[in-house]
């Protein structure tokens, strides 16, 4: 039997305890060991594990998998900072919008103004004579 024959598939009770930690510390934004990216390689190292041995646990990289597949790679802390950057657009797309409504009837008004003044002084010329 060879070692790769014989050791597929297998992790220790240990190794794969601590990839399953690894993983919810991971999924969860709260890493403590890696940098909180959601890689393989940052499973491996969160578990503190060895590549081979992540590898190995072909149930957990399955689960990995199947959530990369589901939900992507951000982290919660990205989703959050996601969704707060596209309610921050959507707020000044909104204020710009407004500020633009708000020039528009600025200049109309100056506009009138300057029609007005112009007939009080035509007004004011007319009386004077």
Do not use: F
Request: with cysteine; proline share 2%.
């Amino acid at each position: 039997m060879t070692v790769g024959d014989g050791m597929k598939g297998r992790v220790s009770t240990k190794g794969g305890a601590a990839l399953r930690a690894a993983m919810t510390r991971l999924l969860a934004g709260r890493p403590e060991r890696a940098d909180g990216c959601l890689t393989k390689e940052d499973l491996w190292r969160e578990a503190q594990v060895s590549r081979a041995t992540m590898n190995r646990a072909q149930d957990i990289l399955a689960e990995w998998d199947a959530h990369m597949v589901q939900y992507g790679k951000t982290t919660p802390r990205e989703a959050q900072r996601d969704a707060t950057i596209a309610d921050l657009r959507r707020k000044l797309t909104a204020k710009t919008q407004q500020g633009t409504l708000l020039k528009r009837q600025l200049q109309a008004a100056a506009i009138a103004i300057t029609a007005l003044h112009h007939d009080n002084e035509a007004l004011r010329n007319e009386l004077s004579e």
